[in-house]
């Protein structure tokens, strides 16, 4: 299909106008019609096996411009554009970003769906088609409120299928629908899917805020990502939610291996099912209730599920680690319960060990531990960073990998470049461009040849102007939907990712505290910095609701004080999403990644990051040990406690023991002269003055006498490292050197890598 008459001819044919004539809205209804014919034209990649991603979220972002590159006529449709006076980004704005996510996780999925077409690998996402998102975020008086996000409008990246399910609930049978969204590859000519699927009848949004009936079945099940589970209802839902999803899931599996002709009991040949996190877990006992069903002996079922699955861990956060009562699972899905018990039953036998069991705790009060079930009926179990893994090995998971050593492996995370350089940051990928030629970006190792021009004044000094438009880009973008003022010469110090006391943004906000107070005490800072936060909170977390209005609260005091305006700002995105993150992450210097060592599994957003050229602030926690290790000690910031030191501290190891079972002893942290003076601030006059008095004084409650990811720890040095990240970025030069070794050394970070090793040592699809 020639693009140059497609396009036109669209515009005609829905409109009766010229290109020229369309309004944005027009302009991205035809290039959406047109991106849906060329990627529905393409077949699936060949293979005798084929992968199934199963994730209940999938971050994926507006999808034109990505497919537009993955088409091959991104460039084409641009030049167009341009002759009729148009702009490919105005156009963007008009399209809404599908809400099917929630964090790194979600995008993570996100990215490895691209890879996987990108490489031409035979696989397709599995999940629920979300009519809410997890919410929109809104600022009301300093603090966050939560709205609906709707997002799918009557034309959109949905492909109806046609394609149908009955999923049999306790309640009754429910139909679940089938809709894709096409995933064209990069460098192929084939595409994948994402394969989403929902109720027939969705409810509508709830009127005021995201609460609704809990209890309003089948209607509710795809109406938002994680509905609040702080109550039982919420918590039903999700299990409702998670055996929909697996429940279609399976039977798609079995469908599609029935019309490639193979029999059931080859399923593992032709099949591997990726479990990513624990969400979709029930899609083991689901397949072995399937199979059985359908003639074949408990045995071979049990074997057949444990050679197709493999298990992703995303976290250590033992909270995070989902276990349910086998009484929800017996209500929403009572024909699972034998199925669960018989493979408790051979769990408990293999292996006397209660650590290792699937059911715990007593009759009547049983859970069901689901990464137990992953890892007992999974070929492989892998960890998401080096760090992450060798934590799962030696402590978290231990009893496991004592049976089982030979399942467990590292994938370390990785981004598609693709959206992460090539779409976001068109001025830096095309300087890569003259710097390296354009191999990289099929071949994302071949950043490294950047290296060269390390000491190349010329292409520093084009890095830095790069940046700087990044940076002003990204304060008109403030200014006109945030109406906030950013001073694109200042330092652009920011943390964006979800807002969760492991990743410690109150650690940041004790920073711009102990600047304030510094600035107040008379002493000028060395240049101008602007402090940049971008979360959302989950609805019922209460502590990460406070931190968020610690921070728009320091926001206003800062603002309204002529003293410190001129060197300090801070700001928060509002409804941080993978839009803003487009626009945020090319624009920054200096990358927040400050969790508490141990607690992050990988991150990913480090990398989008160090690809665009900033440079990293964080504790050797994930990924960053990776990137630390590639850029070396002059190109990173690290500081604070060591991991086996936090586990240790957790542990209760060393000389005093709290009465929380820690040897952290929060107390004693904040008797530190430079800490309390810190903390105390949360409740100073001036503060209350503008805040939430209660919500502040818990939060400094919680962080003096609890502080469960030890911000109290780490702050000092913390604060010391940040000071010479923001004195070493006045030696322009240097700091450009810095950024160029981070982007050269971005490419192992390339999702791609990390696909190409899922399918080398897990998948093995070709
Ligand atoms: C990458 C990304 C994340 C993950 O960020 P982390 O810093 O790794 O937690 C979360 N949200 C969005 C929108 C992202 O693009």
Same mark, same amino acid.
């Given at each position: 299909m020639d693009v140059k008459t497609r396009l036109p001819e669209l515009a005609q044919a829905r409109y009766g106008l010229e290109l020229s004539q369309c309004s944005d809205s027009q302009l991205y209804h035809c290039l959406l019609q047109l991106t849906q014919e060329l990627a529905s034209a393409r077949p699936a990649p060949s293979g005798?096996?084929?992968?199934?991603?199963?994730?209940?979220?999938?971050?994926?972002?507006?999808?034109?411009?990505?497919? /537009?590159? +993955?088409?091959?006529?991104?460039?084409?449709?641009?030049?167009? #554009?341009?002759?009729? !006076?148009?702009? $490919?980004?105005?156009?963007?704005?008009?399209?809404?970003?599908?809400?099917?996510?929630?964090?790194?996780?979600?995008? /993570?999925? +996100?990215?490895?769906?691209?890879?996987?077409?990108?490489?031409? #690998?035979?696989?397709? !996402?599995?999940? $629920?088609?979300?009519?809410?998102?997890?919410?929109?975020?809104?600022?009301?008086?300093?603090k966050q409120t939560e709205r609906p996000n709707p997002w799918i409008e009557d034309e959109s990246w949905l492909i109806p299928t046609g394609v149908e399910f009955e999923v049999p609930f306790g309640f009754g049978p429910v139909k679940a629908k089938l809709f894709d969204i096409a995933v064209p590859g990069a460098h192929t000519a084939t595409a994948g899917r994402l394969h989403l699927f929902d109720v027939e009848a969705p409810a509508p949004a709830p009127q005021e805020g995201i609460d609704f009936n809990k209890s309003d079945l089948p209607a509710r099940l795809t109406s938002f990502l994680y509905p609040d589970d702080s109550n039982e209802a919420g918590r039903l839902l999700r299990v409702y939610q998670q055996y929909f999803m697996v429940s279609a899931g399976a039977q798609l599996v079995l469908k599609e291996l029935e019309e490639r002709g193979c029999a059931l009991n080859t399923l593992s040949d032709h099949v591997v099912i990726q479990i990513n996190d624990t969400h979709p877990s029930m899609?083991?006992?689901?397949?072995?209730?399937?199979?059985?069903?359908?003639?074949?002996?408990?045995?071979?079922?049990?074997?057949?599920?444990?050679?197709?699955?493999?298990?992703?861990?995303?976290?250590?956060?033992?909270?995070?680690?989902?276990?349910?009562?086998?009484?929800?699972?017996?209500?929403?899905?009572?024909?699972?319960?034998?199925?669960?018990?018989?493979?408790?039953?051979?769990?408990?036998?293999?292996?006397?060990d209660p650590k290792v069991a699937v059911i715990q705790g007593e009759e009547g009060k049983e859970i069901v531990h689901m990464a137990h079930l992953d890892i007992h009926y999974s070929r492989s179990v892998n960890g998401v960073a080096a760090l992450h893994t060798e934590i799962l090995k030696n402590s978290e998971l231990k009893p496991f990998y004592d049976i089982y050593p030979a399942k467990f492996n590292n994938k370390t995370n990785g981004v598609t470049l693709r959206r992460w350089l090539e779409v976001c940051n068109p001025q830096l990928a095309s300087l890569l461009d003259e710097c390296v030629g354009r191999g990289w970006r099929r071949d994302p190792d071949q950043l490294n040849k950047l290296m060269e021009f390390a000491g190349d004044s010329a292409v520093l000094d084009r890095m830095l102007a790069i940046k700087a438009e990044k940076k002003r880009e990204l304060a008109d973008v403030f200014a006109r939907e945030q109406g906030i003022t950013l001073d694109p010469e200042s330092v652009f110090d920011i943390q964006v990712k979800r807002l969760h006391e492991y990743k410690r943004q109150q650690m940041n906000a004790l920073y711009v505290i102990h600047k304030y107070l510094e600035i107040k005490g008379g002493k000028t800072p060395q240049r101008p910095v602007t402090v940049l936060f971008g979360a959302k909170a989950a609805p019922a977390y209460v502590m990460a609701k406070h931190i968020i209005h610690l921070i728009l609260c320091l926001r206003k005091l800062i603002e309204s004080d002529p003293q410190a305006r001129p060197w300090l700002h801070v700001a928060m995105v509002e409804n941080y999403n993978v839009t803003w993150a487009e626009r945020v992450i090319p624009a920054c210097d200096i990358s927040e990644q400050i969790s508490l060592a141990s607690k992050e599994a990988s991150g990913t957003g480090n990398m989008k990051f160090m690809a665009n050229g900033a440079v990293t602030l964080g504790t050797l926690d994930g990924a960053n040990v990776?990137?630390?290790?590639?850029?070396?000690?002059?190109?990173?910031?690290?500081?604070?406690?060591?991991?086996?030191?936090?586990?240790?501290?957790?542990?209760?190891?060393?000389?005093?023991?709290?009465?929380?079972?820690?040897?952290?002893?929060?107390?004693d942290h904040y008797h530190r002269p430079a800490v309390e003076r810190l903390v105390d601030f949360l409740v100073s006059p001036e503060l209350l003055g503008v805040g939430d008095p209660a919500a502040l004084a818990t939060l400094w409650r919680d962080m003096k006498n609890k502080d469960w990811f030890m911000a109290m720890l780490d702050v000092e040095d913390y604060i010391a490292a940040r000071d010479r990240a923001i004195a070493d970025y006045g030696d322009r030069t240097a700091w450009a050197k810095k950024m160029l070794v981070n982007t050269a050394k971005s490419g192992y970070f390339s999702s791609d890598r990390t696909i190409a090793q899922y399918d080398r040592d897990i998948w093995q699809l070709k």
């Open positions: 005798d096996r084929k992968l199934y991603y199963f994730s209940a979220e999938f971050l994926i972002g507006k999808l034109l411009s990505n497919n /537009l590159l +993955a088409l091959g006529i991104y460039d084409e449709v641009n030049a167009i #554009l341009t002759e009729c !006076g148009r702009a $490919l980004s105005a156009i963007e704005d008009v399209e809404p970003e599908p809400s099917l996510g929630n964090g790194g996780l979600g995008r /993570l999925a +996100a990215c490895f769906l691209d890879s996987i077409a990108a490489l031409g #690998l035979n696989g397709d !996402g599995v999940g $629920l088609n979300y009519h809410y998102g997890l919410f929109e975020q809104k600022f009301q008086h300093n899609v083991i006992p689901e397949l072995v209730r399937l199979l059985t069903g359908r003639g074949l002996s408990m045995d071979e079922a049990v074997e057949q599920v444990s050679k197709t699955c493999a298990y992703t861990n995303h976290t250590i956060l033992a909270e995070a680690l989902e276990k349910w009562p086998l009484s929800f699972i017996e209500k929403a899905a009572p024909q699972l319960t034998p199925i669960l018990r018989e493979l408790d039953r051979r769990a408990k036998a293999a292996h006397t990776e990137i630390a290790e590639l850029v070396g000690p002059d190109n990173i910031y690290t500081f604070g406690a060591k991991s086996d030191e936090v586990i240790r501290m957790y542990a209760g190891e060393g000389e005093k023991k709290g009465a929380d079972g820690r040897s952290y002893l929060p107390l």
